[in-house]
C-alpha cells in the first residue's frame, strides 16, 4: 500500500477528473484491459480512497496513468468513478490530456493513448483545448418504447460511445443548473424502467449512461443536454462518450453529415464540438462512425494524498444509493 499517491486535479466543463499520476510498479507493463481488471481485483483501494468520500464525492471521476504497451501511445489510462471502471470517458480524457500537457510529457500536436475500449487519438490544441477521436460509435436499437411509470410509454435510441447511453429527447422541460435535482429524479426513474424492462446494449451489456436533449435556445448550440451517471451523480460536462453516441444516432438519421459540427451544451454552460466520419467496409453490418470531439479543462489543483493506515476510512466510505 503506497502512503503517498500524488495527484492532479482538473475539471472539464465542471466535471472533475482527478489523475494519479504517481508510478506504481505493479500496474507497469499491462494492456490496458489487464490494467482495468489488475486495479479491480487487487488495487480496487486507489478508486475508493481517491473518489469516494470524505477524499471525494460522487461527481468525482478518476483516471490512473501507466506505461503502455503499445510503442506510439504516450500513456495508458483507466477511469474509474464512485462505483466501478469505465470504458471510456470523454471529459476525463480532455483531462488527461490536459494533465499530460501540464506535466510536460506532451506539446502541442497528435499523441495517441490506449484505454480499455481502444486506442483514442488526441490532440492538445494551441488555444488549449483538447481534440480527441473517439473509439467507434454506433446505435444499437432505434426508438425503444419503454413504459415509465407515471408517465406513459417514451421512447429512445441505445447507442454506444465508449459506454452504453439510452438517449431520448421527452424530458420535462428546461436543462439547465436549476433543474438538476428534477431532472436527475426523472432520469433514475427511466433507469429503473430500463433495467426491469430488461433492456440492453449489444450482448446483453447494462446500459448505465442517461442522456436528454432538448433543442437550445442559444445561439450557434444545436441542443441542451442532461447525463445521468453511473453512479447517480449527473454529468457536469455535456459527456464525450454521449456526444459520441448522440453523433451516431444522427449519422443513422441522416441528420449531419459527415464532417458537420454539432454542439452540446451542459446544465453549466459548457460547450463540445463533435464531428464524425463514416467506417466503410464494416464486417458485420453495424454502421459505425468515428466521433472527433473537443473541449477543454482546466487543471485546478496538485495534491499529495496521503493514506494513514490507523484511519479508519482509508479506503473510503461506500457510495450512497
Not at 445521468?228 to 441522416?254: I, M, Q, V, W
Request: hydrophobic share 40%.
Amino acid at each position: 500500500m503506497q502512503p503517498v499517491l500524488d495527484v492532479i486535479d482538473s475539471h472539464t466543463a465542471g466535471e472533475p477528473t482527478r489523475t494519479v499520476v504517481s508510478t506504481i510498479d505493479a500496474l507497469q507493463g499491462l494492456t490496458a484491459i489487464e490494467l482495468r481488471d489488475r486495479m479491480r481485483s487487487d488495487f480496487d483501494w486507489i478508486r475508493t480512497s481517491l473518489i469516494c468520500e470524505p477524499r471525494g464525492s460522487d461527481v468525482m471521476v478518476g483516471a490512473l496513468l501507466a506505461e503502455s504497451t503499445i510503442r506510439d501511445c504516450v500513456a495508458s489510462v483507466v477511469f474509474f468513478n464512485n462505483v466501478g471502471y469505465l470504458g471510456m470517458c470523454g471529459h476525463g480524457l480532455i483531462g488527461v490530456v490536459t494533465t499530460l500537457a501540464y506535466l510536460k510529457r506532451i506539446g502541442h500536436g497528435p499523441c495517441r493513448i490506449e484505454t480499455p475500449v481502444g486506442v483514442v487519438e488526441a490532440e492538445w490544441l494551441p488555444n488549449r483545448a483538447v481534440r480527441f477521436q473517439n473509439v467507434p460509435a454506433f446505435r444499437h436499437r432505434t426508438q425503444v418504447r419503454i413504459d415509465l411509470p407515471g408517465e406513459g410509454f417514451i421512447c429512445g435510441d441505445v447507442a454506444w460511445g465508449g459506454n452504453w447511453f439510452f438517449l431520448s429527447s421527452q424530458i420535462p422541460g428546461p436543462i439547465n443548473w436549476q433543474s438538476t435535482g428534477r431532472l436527475t429524479e426523472y432520469a433514475k426513474r427511466v433507469r429503473t424502467a430500463v433495467e426491469t424492462q430488461g433492456i440492453t446494449g449489444a450482448d446483453g451489456a447494462v446500459i448505465d449512461h442517461f442522456e436528454f436533449f432538448l433543442p437550445s435556445s442559444h445561439p450557434d448550440i444545436d441542443a441542451d443536454n442532461f447525463v445521468l451517471c453511473p453512479g447517480g451523480a449527473f454529468d457536469r460536462s455535456p459527456c464525450g462518450t454521449g456526444t459520441s453516441a448522440k453523433l451516431a444516432c444522427l449519422a443513422a438519421d441522416g441528420k449531419l453529415a459527415p464532417g458537420q459540427a454539432w454542439r452540446q451544451r451542459s446544465v453549466t454552460g459548457g460547450v463540445f464540438e463533435g464531428s464524425y466520419q463514416p467506417i466503410v467496409d464494416d464486417v458485420d453490418d453495424v454502421a459505425r462512425i468515428l466521433p472527433t470531439i473537443s473541449g477543454t479543462a482546466y487543471i485546478n489543483g496538485r495534491t499529495e494524498l496521503l493514506r494513514d493506515p490507523a484511519d479508519p476510512l482509508v479506503h473510503g466510505l461506500p457510495s450512497l444509493p
